[in-house]
């Protein structure tokens, strides 16, 4: 029963997720505070229910979870810090793609942050032991250096015989009679000049720097940076201009080293630092020896935490959605559910409070509502492509009728006829086979945003690779050249005379025909000189054939969106005008293509039916439109079949009296139909008065009887979405759809010609691409042609996967998106809806890490 009744207040109707988008139910839950976070996980695991905010005015610091949420925030916060101190290291966090963990339950909650806690205070400490150790090794190697490079300083300053003070810089020197004093170290290499000019200008001169550069960069342990330093050693005199040259080195943050003036000293000093030195390589070994097992641990471990805290954050974000009662007793939410998963919800509820042993069961009711729901299509490996496309122009209305459905077939069928080529479309197919066949592995790459976009698309791919090679069969073409598959039916009279003076081949119909090609072309027009002429005809019929279709089909479709949202006037007032003012005129056009092609033969002994009195089927619409007649040539008639002019301007009439049906008449009957309704709800009104005499006192209550039971913002919302649009809105929003529809029947029909422009540019460039490339190797003899072979073919290799199948197919695939979101959808789909965004564990984090 109460199934049944879910069933009804949600709205019955078949299952058909991908003709239209599934059905939804707005669905009202009342947790206990107690098994709201394992409910929410549950319903996260199962990925179909998307709830509504009910807190909207209320801003993120002021909901009841806010301080949990800041809990998940430092979580975040010290992965990201183990993330980064792992990338130090050279080690990179593989992203889980599935066998997600489930999310961390309340106790293991702390747990969590106990473990996440100490790990970050491990890992600190270890950076801080790492940064002291590198920190002596790098002052170890620069007194070793200092010591080094200053035995020259020293020997310069012995050969001019001066007297240096025994003690260095690094103890208070006594009063000395004209001896010098030194300071040695180490500064960065782009404070040299400054460092040595303050200097001068401190000690007026009286002091002398000797520098030389250090042989390798070395690496700052702090912030990982290859840095260039210059060794440098002061000399001066007096005991005052040493504590400046001190104070100047400090400020310049150069690091001063003790260094003897004594030779013998600076060998002992050297010896002792490279006994250092090796202790303390040893140590920093062992150290990161430890850095590196713990770090790898953790690496192991890494994926999972991540995965748990977005869990938990993503549950404390939709608990903050809910609205909490008064007393706190009980967290109060709304969510959109499709209808199939109801009973599973229903399941998964009761089973969340069994489990945890709450005494009041979950409550879960079914609302009922005006608010548009969001719209969910159904798909699956080979739809989720296509499904891409149209969500791309807009999200469908709640039920709207699904182009995605036809343009699995519209879409490479179009492209196919622009991109008509059995080589290049054979290309394209390996790479979509390719992709589909080893979709399991190659779902598991991340190479970036572009590879996101073109594995989705695999099917779309392969698609589009089949139909290509079967519109280049039907045009006989591959790579530029034709195959003779049933036998030309053309028997032209070329003989040696004929060469001589014609060496172009031009096909005659009415002397050279003999018969039909069963399929496709003929394979012997790629070498007539009149090609161009028949396939310029030929591909431009075929595109405005195809264009009336597509379009008359997309008119024809809106039929289905009337049905379903019972706008039965909309039938009348807006498809049959519509449908009609596109037949009258582009339909009639079609037709005359295909009775041309009929009535005129080049075989019949009637002149006036033969090729040259054929009239041009453009030249006779445009003299349709502007009712004039031509003149015909000499033995041929002005029209095909006789009352041609009565019947097109009976045509014209018609299509004429559409625009105005379209533009005047759903005004009109919504006019109407509001006078109607305004008259027969004059003598009811929307309240029922009932007057109850309750001691001695007369109390009216007004109860509302539709919306009897529900809150008073619910009643509030109702009224509003009842508003009536004004008929002001009505008439102009009709007359831009009036004009829009009548323009772009016209301009729609014209854009169709870019299956002709396209497949004819396609031809012609793998035409000069083979003339001009490949074939200039073939002509080639001996050695230097065999060589010449094998390096022109890979240039025409290149040029024909990087321009032919790359860059004409991406253009022929941007093209044929056009025709379906502008031509095609425009006919019949709004794209104004919202899309479903379920709480779904999997998609976030398969979303989140191919980000």
């Known amino acids: ?204 001169g009286n002091v002398l720097v000797r520098s030389c550069q250090m042989d390798e960069p070395v690496k700052d342990p702090k912030t990982g940076d290859m840095v260039y330093k210059t060794i440098f050693v002061v000399f001066f005199q007096g005991d005052q201009l040493q504590g400046r040259i001190r104070k100047v080195c400090t400020g310049f943050h150069a690091t001063m080293y003790p260094c003897p003036s004594s030779h013998l000293e600076r060998l002992d000093m050297i010896k002792s630092v490279h006994v250092r030195l090796e202790d303390l390589k040893i140590i920093i070994s062992q150290t990161e020896d430890h850095r590196s097992c713990v770090l790898k641990v953790i690496k192991k471990q890494l994926p999972n935490w991540t995965a748990m805290v977005k869990k938990m954050k993503a549950i404390y974000h939709t608990l903050n959605m809910f609205n909490v009662d008064l007393g706190s007793k009980c967290l109060i939410g709304e969510c959109w559910v499709p209808k199939r998963e109801l009973e599973d919800v229903e399941t998964v509820l009761s089973e969340a409070s069994l489990a945890l042993g709450s005494t009041v069961p979950t409550i879960f009711n079914i609302l009922e509502t005006k608010k548009t729901p969001p719209t969910y299509f159904r798909t699956n490996k080979f739809t989720y492509g296509f499904q891409v496309l149209i969500d791309a122009y807009g999200i469908a209305e709640y039920r709207e009728l699904n182009p995605g459905l036809y343009t699995c077939i519209s879409f490479p069928f179009l492209f196919a006829v622009m991109f008509g080529d059995m080589g290049h479309g054979f290309l394209v197919f390996l790479l979509g086979l390719w992709m589909v066949l080893d979709e399991n592995r190659l779902s598991k790459t991340r190479a970036g945003e572009i590879w996101k976009i073109l594995f989705g698309g695999r099917y779309i791919i392969m698609l589009m690779g089949m139909f290509a090679i079967y519109t280049g069969f039907i045009y006989n073409d591959c790579f530029s050249k034709s195959f003779n598959v049933f036998g030309s039916h053309w028997a032209v009279q070329y003989n040696r005379t004929t060469v001589l003076t014609n060496p172009a081949l031009q096909l005659n119909p009415t002397t050279d025909q003999r018969g039909t090609y069963p399929m496709g072309i003929d394979p012997i027009w790629q070498s007539a000189s009149n090609k161009i002429i028949f396939l310029n005809t030929y591909k431009m019929k075929l595109s405005i054939i195809f264009g009336v279709l597509h379009m008359v089909f997309g008119v024809c479709l809106s039929v289905e969106n009337f049905v379903y949202y019972k706008k039965y006037s909309y039938i009348l007032l807006q498809f049959v005008p519509q449908v009609i003012f596109l037949l009258m005129l582009f339909g009639y056009m079609v037709f005359m293509m295909f009775y041309k092609w009929v009535q005129y033969s080049p075989s019949t002994t009637d002149i006036a039916h033969s090729p040259g009195c ?231 984090l398969t979303a989140e890490d191919e980000a």
């Not at 997720?17 to 669905?27: D, H, K, N, T, V």
């Not at 006594?174 to 303050?198: H, K, N, Y």
């Not at 009565?646 to 009957?669: D, K, M, R, S």
């Not at 709004?830 to 965004?837: D, K, L, N, S």
């Open 614 to 844: 054929a009239p041009s089927v453009l030249i006779m619409f445009i003299d349709m439109i502007l009712m004039k007649t031509e003149t015909p040539a000499k033995g041929c008639t002005s029209s095909m079949f006789p009352a041609q002019r009565e019947l097109e301007t009976i045509l014209f009439v018609v299509a004429i009296i559409c625009i105005p049906w379209i533009l005047l008449g759903l005004p009109i009957w919504t006019m109407c139909k509001r006078k109607y309704m305004r008259k027969n709800t004059e003598h009811f009104g929307d309240t029922i008065m009932e007057t109850l005499e309750i001691s001695g006192k007369e109390v009216i209550i007004t109860e509302f009887p539709e919306h009897h039971g529900k809150p008073a913002h619910f009643k509030e919302e109702v009224e509003e979405e009842e508003e009536e649009e004004p008929m002001s809105e009505i008439w102009i929003h009709q007359a831009i759809h009036t004009v829009e529809y009548i323009l772009s029947t016209i301009s729609h029909t014209a854009s169709y010609l870019r299956l002709w422009a396209l497949s004819l540019a396609h031809a012609e460039l793998s035409e000069v691409l083979w003339t001009m490339v490949l074939s200039e190797a073939l002509q080639m003899s001996g050695y230097v042609g065999c060589i010449a072979v094998f390096i022109i073919f890979a240039v025409w290799v290149f040029f024909t996967i990087a321009i032919m199948v790359m860059m004409e197919g991406l253009s022929a695939f941007l093209h044929t998106l056009r025709l379906h979101w502008v031509e095609f959808m425009s006919k019949f789909y709004t794209g104004t809806g919202y899309e479903f965004q379920p709480l779904s564990f999997t998609a976030m």
């Open 1 to 204: 029963m109460c199934s049944k009744l879910k069933g009804w207040m949600c709205g019955t109707g078949p299952q058909d997720s991908i003709f239209r988008s599934e059905e939804m139910c707005l669905a009202q839950m009342f947790l206990q505070p107690e098994a709201s976070y394992e409910t929410i996980a549950q319903l996260g695991e199962m990925g179909c229910v998307q709830f509504r905010d009910m807190n909207e005015g209320i801003t993120a610091t002021q909901r009841k979870f806010v301080n949990e949420v800041r809990r998940c925030d430092e979580l975040e916060r010290k992965i990201r810090y183990a993330t980064s101190e792992l990338s130090k290291d050279g080690l990179k966090v593989v992203d889980l793609i599935e066998d997600f963990p489930p999310a961390p339950k309340p106790k293991e909650i702390i747990e969590l942050e106990t473990l996440l806690e100490k790990t970050e205070t491990e890992i600190i400490e270890l950076s801080a032991n790492n940064v002291r150790l590198q920190t002596n090794l790098l002052e170890l190697k620069e007194m070793i250096q200092v010591l080094e490079k200053t035995e020259q300083f020293f020997s310069d300053q012995e050969s001019h015989n001066f007297d240096v003070n025994k003690r260095g810089t690094h103890k208070d020197p006594e009063q000395c009679d004209g001896s010098l004093g030194f300071v040695a170290g180490v500064i960065r290499r782009e404070r040299q000049f400054a460092f040595e000019r303050m200097l001068w200008r401190l000690s007026r």
